[in-house]
Nanobody, 122 residues
């Protein structure tokens, strides 16, 4: 059973930075990919970034491209999201996720963390 735990959220002023972490349980952990999603109050869940686990290919939503960087440490079963130049519209609960396989649906994931709050003030 895979468990994911996010950390690193908090309150930051516009233009500031935060680094989110996601730790996965298990001595052996080899998902197809891991992603960050976010959800603001009253809004739909939004895809933020994805990283393939084997070779570390990265992908970003247009809204965060150039500002956020996703990375992973396979040996530590960990994933990170470095968020720079934060904007008030980045305010949301951020969720770590992992998928065992690619089902053909780019938004389908198997495991989710509990979420960490990111608040960006203006």
């Amino acid at each position: 059973q895979v468990q994911l735990v996010e950390s690193g959220g908090g309150l930051v002023q516009a233009g500031g930075s935060l680094r989110l972490s996601c730790a996965a349980s298990g001595r052996t952990f080899s998902p197809n990919a891991m992603s960050w999603f976010r959800q603001a109050p009253g809004k739909e869940r939004e895809y933020v970034a994805r990283i393939s686990w084997s070779i570390g290919s990265t992908y970003y939503a247009d809204s965060v491209k150039g500002r956020f960087t996703i990375s992973r440490d396979n040996a530590k079963n960990a994933m990170y999201l470095q968020m720079n130049s934060l904007k008030p519209e980045d305010t949301a609960v951020y969720y770590c996720s992992a998928r065992k396989y690619y089902s053909g649906d780019p938004l389908e994931y198997d495991y989710w963390g509990q979420g960490t709050q990111v608040t960006v003030s203006s």
